[in-house]
């Protein structure tokens, strides 16, 4: 296997990257989606409105996996940024 070879590369870094900040772009979407304020007439007296907090499940499970997603792509980063260069010649183990 040649140096070039064992070494994950710019194509892991890119990837591991860009999906990462994907990931957290569609997860910063769903925790928008999955947090709803409506807000009502005074249920109290001597108050003007109400507020009343939504919570979307599965928007929140989305959100939750796509920072999961994140983490696995910024894992691939790391990877690509600290990916082991063997001497020519040699296999990997």
Known sequence: M??????PG????????????LFLAAAWFAVRHGVVTDTWPAFLPGTDTTAITRYS???LTAAAVAVLGAGLSALLLARGLTGRVEPAGRAAA
């Open 57 to 59: 499940g599965p928007w």
């Open 10 to 21: 710019r194509r892991a870094i890119v990837a591991g990257a860009g999906s990462a900040v």
């Open 2 to 7: 040649s140096a070039a070879g064992s070494r």
